[in-house]
C-alpha cells in the first residue's frame, strides 16, 4: 500500500504539478475574466431627518465610488441603481460628521467597491423654521404705444417657505422669474413660476398667478 501510495504521488511529479498549475490557471481566468474597475458618481440621499431639523450645509453632495465588476454588469448598470444614503437618526444641531461605508452604498449584485471618495460627510444642521414672505413681480417691456401699466399684483401676495432658520432669516421676499409685458394693451393674466435665486427652502407654491392692468394714456 505505501509503494502505491508513494508511486501515486512520484510518478510523473513535474506533469502533476503543471497540470495543477493549469487547472489553477484556467479557474482565475473563467472566474475574473472580463473584470473591469470604474468610477462611478452618485447623489447622496437621506434617511430619518429629525423633524425639528433641517440641513443648512453639507460638504459633499455626490460621491465617487471606484468599483470592481464584470464588464457586461456595469453595462447594464443604471445610474439609479446607484445610491448612497445616510441616516440622520442621531444628528445633532450643528456640525456633525458622518463616516460613508460599503453599508451605505447601495448596488446591485456582483459588483465590488474599491474605494469611496470623501469617505465622511460633514453636516451642519439647524433649526426647522416656517415663514410667510411677500411676492414680488419682475417685469420686462413696456405696453403697447398709447398705453401704461396701471398696476401689476399676484395671487396669492404671500407665501409660505420651510427650511433652515438660518437660511430663512436672510429672506425676505420670494421674486418671480421676469414677466415680459412688451407690446401689451389689454389686462393680462399669466402663470409665473418662482425664482428662489440660489436660496434654499420648500413651498407648496412653485407658480403665483399675476394680473397685469393697463389703460390708455
Known sequence: MKKFLKTLFTENLTFKILSVAIALFLWFFVTFRGQVETSLEAPLEF????????????????????????????????????????????????????????????????????????SQVKLYMDEKSYKTVPVKVRLTGSPAKGFTVVSVTSEPSQIRIEGAKKELERIHVIKTETLDIDGISEDLSFQVKIDPEGKIFRTDKDTVTVYVNVRRK
Open 47 to 118: 434617511k430619518n431627518p429629525p423633524s425639528e431639523m433641517e440641513i443648512l450645509k453639507q460638504s459633499a453632495r455626490k460621491i465617487n465610488i471606484s468599483v470592481s465588476a464584470r464588464e457586461r454588469i456595469l453595462k447594464e448598470l443604471a445610474q439609479n441603481d446607484i445610491r448612497v444614503v445616510i441616516d440622520l437618526s442621531n444628528v445633532r444641531l450643528g456640525e456633525n460628521s458622518i463616516p460613508i461605508t460599503k453599508s451605505s452604498v447601495k448596488l446591485p449584485r456582483g459588483i465590488e467597491i474599491l474605494r469611496i471618495e470623501p
